[in-house]
């Protein structure tokens, strides 16, 4: 897995910087057939998807269009005996079927992701799991289907935007328990999707809809990503809601190259710390995971001079930054900013060997490129820059702007070879 956000990076034709994106829109939830349902509507061809469907588990797998709510949508029912299923035994039935070696293993690591949330939910062992509605026929053709069906689409990056998880209380044979259901909030606390309860009572986010879309884009944001729209598809859900009960999903392009970094924005504010303080505050951020620090000047109630603390984080580091910031500057508390994302662009290091004042010098540059190679920017470690240009007694702007010369005459040398 990879990329963007999950995201699985195709291979595609070579020079060209046209990506294409899948976004999963949830705003009525999700489950296996809706998923199914979205990317044959989008486009997944119905007859290559049922196959393999059928072909995976003892199923009846039946296909067609609706309204709902006034939206027209692709409805897949999967007609299946019930029968509780071990981990082992429902591992060897995706094993057996005769099917492509890409969709057995992303199918393989979607009921990986399902038995591991099952595990810590009930303390047991994952050879000691029983499966029952997760684990029926019904639950392994729908993954089978949605893993054929997006690599029929043949897309770059995954996407989704918020997913709604419904309200109120399920029954469980566990007892009354809240929405959503044990399993189903271990897959999205594990992978950080980001959900929103509503916009009705009743579970909307199936443990299946959970892993499926966990496993392809591993992440959430509240907007779509830029992107060209192409096309649009519905895939319909059984329950009659007040509102269209369906799941968007849309493919667009994007030519932008960059990859999507997740990040939290974390702030407070501060007015009684001193310069020396915050100046050891971040160094101490930056040693234990901040990607970024910013100390801004600010003028607060009765006119009090201050300080906005502004961190950059990936989600996983937030927790631990913040304790650190309070800790160190006795702030009561510190904002979470919405999960967010920043593009960024490759990086790479290589060294350039440069002639400076008669004498040949090796310094490192720093190269930054999109995903298809196309070099943004080259600049010198101004570290080493700095201490040749001291040792030389020449200024330190004369030594980078050798540096990136060498370096990009290098690059365009390459590139014409």
Excluded at 208 to 219: D, E, Q, R
Aim: overall charge neutral.
């Amino acid at each position: 897995m990879m990329t963007w956000w999950y995201i699985r990076v195709a291979k595609r034709a070579p020079f060209t910087n046209v990506m294409t994106i899948l976004a999963f829109q949830p705003f009525s939830g999700a489950s296996g057939d809706m998923i199914v349902g979205s990317l044959i509507d989008l486009g997944a061809d119905a007859s290559t998807v049922q196959e393999s469907m059928e072909a995976a588990a003892n199923v009846k797998v039946e296909i067609h269009k609706v309204i709902k709510s006034g939206i027209r949508a692709t409805q897949v029912n999967v007609v299946a005996e019930e029968k509780p299923l071990a981990y082992r035994e429902l591992i060897n039935v995706l094993r057996s079927c005769k099917l492509n070696s890409r969709i057995v293993a992303d199918a393989n690591a979607i009921f990986e992701i399902i038995a591991n949330a099952e595990a810590v939910t009930h303390g047991v062992k994952k050879d000691e799991l029983k499966f029952h509605k997760i684990g029926a026929q019904d639950a392994i053709a729908d993954i089978v289907g949605a893993c054929t069906a997006v690599s029929l689409l043949n897309v770059d990056s995954i996407f989704t935007t918020p997913i709604f998880v419904g309200g109120g209380s399920l029954e469980t044979d566990h007892g009354l328990l809240p929405i959503p259901a044990p399993a189903t909030a271990a897959i999205l606390s594990k992978h950080h999707l980001i959900t929103r309860g509503g916009p009705v009572e009743g579970e909307l986010l199936t443990p299946t809809g959970a892993a499926i879309l966990a496993f392809f884009t591993g992440t959430s944001d509240v907007f779509l990503p830029q992107m060209t729209i192409e096309r649009v598809g519905y895939g319909a859900g059984f329950r009659d809601l007040p509102h269209s009960n369906v799941l968007r999903a849309t493919l667009g392009q994007s030519d932008d190259g960059l990859l999507r970094d997740d990040v939290q924005v974390l702030e407070t504010n501060v007015d009684d710390v001193t310069g020396e303080v915050l100046g050891n505050l971040i160094e101490g951020l930056l040693e234990i995971g901040a990607l970024d620090v910013a100390i801004i000047p600010t003028t607060g109630k009765k006119s009090r001079t201050g300080h906005l603390i502004q961190v950059i984080a990936r989600p996983a580091d937030s927790h631990r930054l913040i304790k650190k910031i309070i800790e160190e500057t006795g702030s009561l508390g510190v904002r979470i900013m919405p999960t967010r994302h920043r593009l960024i662009a490759l990086r790479r290091s290589e060294a350039v060997t440069v002639r400076i004042c008669s004498e040949f010098h090796t310094i490192s540059v720093k190269i930054a490129t999109d995903q298809h190679g196309t070099v943004l920017n080259v600049a010198a470690e101004f570290g080493e820059a700095a201490k040749l240009a001291k040792r030389l007694g020449i200024p330190v702007k004369h030594v980078i702007r050798v540096a990136e010369q060498e370096a990009w005459a290098q690059l365009n040398t390459s590139k014409h070879d």
